[in-house]
Each structure stands twice: as C-alpha cells, then as structure tokens.
C-alpha cells in the first residue's frame, strides 16, 4: 500500500475517459489499497482513478465512517435536486455552490467482480455524482454557471 500523486487542473489527463476495469485481480487490488491510503491522507471525501493518473473507471468514497469501492459504475436513477458547496482534491483549496441530485442509484462492481447496487442521498449521492463524473473527464466546476 501506498500514497500515490494527487494530478491536479493543469494536468489535461483529467479531462480523459476513463476506460472499464475488466480484470479483477491483484493489480486492481493493490490500486484500490493505494487510492483507500491516498484518500484517507488527502482528508477528502472521494477519490476518482484518474486522480492518481490511472485511467479507470474506478472511484473511491469515505463519507460519514463508511468507505466503499465502485468500479465500472452507472448511474441508472436520479431525483430531486441539491445545492450545495463543493470541492475537489485535483482543485486545491477551492470550493463552489453546485447543484445535484438529491438521490441516486449506481449500479457497479465490487472488487472482486460482483455486482453491487447503493442508493444514496444527500451528501453521499453528490459525492457520488462527482466522483462519476471524473470518469467520464468532467469536473465540478464544469457545473458552475458563470456570473455575468
Ligand atoms: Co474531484
């Protein structure tokens, strides 16, 4: 196990695709011990593969003493809505007001192959629609409306 390098905005990896897990073996494992030892140092809330520069479509999340591991997630329900400030640990020291879905279901697998259903609300369901869409190259403040 080990921390491995936080990329942040400058870094044009994060506005890749990241592409699905289709082996679960040891490399899978030893990543996600890493982004589980990098997440928890960085005292953030989620941690998306890319982050580290690996691209996957992984994310880590740890919100209210829960941890848990989502590989190849979709998002197959959302409802209402959430505003609510944001960070991110590839955006250092920077927050912004963004507006989410109040609940969600994400469909994904555990990390040895298995698939897994959560739904979420609240702070939970926007940490999760945040970490989704790093997978797909988008960040939070890509949600925030410019003041005109
Ligand atoms: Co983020």
Known sequence: MAI????????DML???????????ESLWDLLDDMKDTLIKSTGVGLAAIQVAVL????????????????????TFMSGTQTGQEGCLSIPGKQCKVTRPNKVTVEFYDRFGNPMTLTATDFMARAICHENDHLD??????????KN
């Open 4 to 11: 491995r390098k936080i990329i942040t905005l400058e870094n």
């Open 15 to 25: 506005r890749k695709i990241s592409k699905p897990v289709t082996k679960f073996d």
């Open 137 to 146: 190259g988008i960040l939070y403040i890509d949600h925030v409306k410019p």
């Open 56 to 75: 996957k479509r992984i994310f880590v999340i740890s919100v209210n003493n829960t941890y848990f591991e989502v590989i190849n997630p979709k998002i």
